[in-house]
């Protein structure tokens, strides 16, 4: 069975740095995708960015330049590093995954999910 655990979240001053961790029990399908989503109070989930098996990430025009997602496959873990946070980015982060090929933006493309991690901005 596929559990997915986030850590590394807080508080964090505009401008600053952090970085989300999300280890992987159980998920070894090596062709699957993993990906960062975000939810803030009062909005729906929207995809932060994904990573593919092999290593090709891709990321949402909001973070583009400011996160980016690595990861230990030796590990079994994925990372989003978040520099130059902005207030915008306060919202529960949740980390996905799916065994099917290829990688999808939208949520109901992933079948496994972390319980979150709240990471709060402020000014």
């Known amino acids: 069975q596929v559990q997915l655990v986030e850590s590394g979240g807080g508080s964090v001053q505009a401008g600053g740095s952090l970085r989300l961790s999300c280890g992987a029990s159980?998920?070894?399908?090596?062709?699957?995708?993993m990906a960062w989503f975000r939810q803030a109070p009062g909005k729906g989930r929207e995809g932060v960015g994904f990573i593919s098996s092999d290593g090709w990430s891709n990321y949402a025009d909001s973070v583009e330049g400011r996160f980016t997602i690595s990861q230990d496959n030796a590990k079994n873990t994925m990372y989003l590093q978040m520099n130059s946070r902005e207030l915008e980015d306060t919202a529960m982060y949740y980390c996905?995954?799916?065994?099917?090929?290829?990688?999808?933006?939208?949520?109901?493309?992933?079948?496994?999910w972390g319980q979150g991690t709240q990471v709060t901005v402020s000014s």
């Open positions: 159980g998920y070894t399908n090596r062709r699957g995708c």
């Open positions: 996905a995954a799916r065994n099917i090929p290829g990688c999808s933006p939208r949520p109901s493309g992933y079948s496994y």
